[in-house]
């Protein structure tokens, strides 16, 4: 929207992202508990994230009017070291050698690239930017996992989206009026981008409580990283960016960080599984099977 209609709304943006969610996961929740976690401890929380998701969300998007495409998504991974420390002193997770040197290999990927843009106009304010906003959405997931897995996503997206509307719903009235004015409502382009990214934002809001619950959130942000290779194709493909070779470099350089680190996570996950489990799973298989034989033979 930004470079091909010469629009910059994001809270605009926002609001209607949070608006599909309260018409679905909000009504839900207001019909099935009324306004008791709203007035709750969790409600304060809600509030807490939706300020810091939608402040994140503005930040972002508004770099993209001082840097380029590929460089606000693959300035986005400055989120996970966030994320890293948090865990650390919040859930007590504790990493090894390989996740550490993965990170390190994701903000080498990105000093790059900061290195990249210095030489061009204005485009260290938007990478300041995204790296504020990239930090904000670390402290969020952190948070947003900690709360989902204590109330559960359901209750966590309806308490969530209504604050969500009344944050960027003020920021819309005194930010953004005159940009909505001189916005092209005439052009049919203009809803479809307004739409699509609408209803991507919504699946991203939807999906990553469930993510966070079944994994983390670093193993969340870190898969998000991939959509930066397909940001890049689209960047080069779409809107002709025009791409230094260092680009690819860096991007290699983080995608290489990402395997690597999930690669670790997996190793980890199988040593979890001890003898003792694998014993104990044989046992029942063999007790079931003894049980469907009994029940053969009796009919």
Request: charged share 10%; proline share 2%; glycine share 6%.
């Amino acid at each position: 929207m930004t470079f091909t209609l010469q629009v910059n709304i994001p809270a605009c943006q926002s609001l209607l992202v949070y608006i599909l969610v309260t018409s679905t996961f909000g009504v839900y929740h207001l019909w099935k508990h009324g306004f008791a976690h709203l007035k709750s401890k969790y409600g304060l929380w809600c509030i807490f994230l939706a300020a810091t998701d939608f402040a994140a969300t503005y930040i972002t998007v508004k770099a993209y009017q001082y840097t380029s495409m590929v460089s606000v998504q693959m300035l986005d991974c400055i989120s996970i070291p966030t994320i890293m420390i948090l865990s650390y002193l919040i859930f007590r997770v504790r990493y090894k050698f390989l996740h550490y040197f993965a990170v390190i290999a994701c903000i080498c990927g990105v000093g790059m690239l900061l290195f990249v843009d210095s030489h061009e106009k204005n485009s260290w304010k938007g990478d300041l930017m995204v790296a504020c906003g990239a930090t904000l959405y670390g402290i969020n997931n952190v948070c947003l996992e900690w709360l989902a897995k204590d109330i559960g996503v359901f209750c966590y997206l309806g308490m969530y989206c209504w604050f969500g509307v009344l944050l960027s719903g003020i920021q819309v009235i005194i930010l953004e009026r005159d940009a909505l004015e001189s916005a092209p409502w005439s052009n049919p382009d203009f809803y479809l981008v307004l739409i699509g990214f609408a209803i991507c934002l919504v699946g991203i809001l939807s999906l990553m409580p469930l993510i966070m619950i079944e994994y983390s959130a670093t193993v969340a942000n870190l898969n998000l990283l991939v959509a930066d290779v397909y940001s890049a194709i689209f960047g080069y493909t779409i809107f002709h960016v025009k791409f230094n070779p260092l680009y690819i470099i860096s991007m290699v350089i983080i995608l290489s960080g990402i395997l690597i680190y999930i690669y670790q996570s997996h190793i980890d996950e199988r040593r979890r599984i001890t003898p003792e489990d694998i014993e104990q799973s044989s046992s029942l298989v063999v007790e079931n099977q003894a049980a469907e034989g009994v029940a053969k033979a009796v009919d």
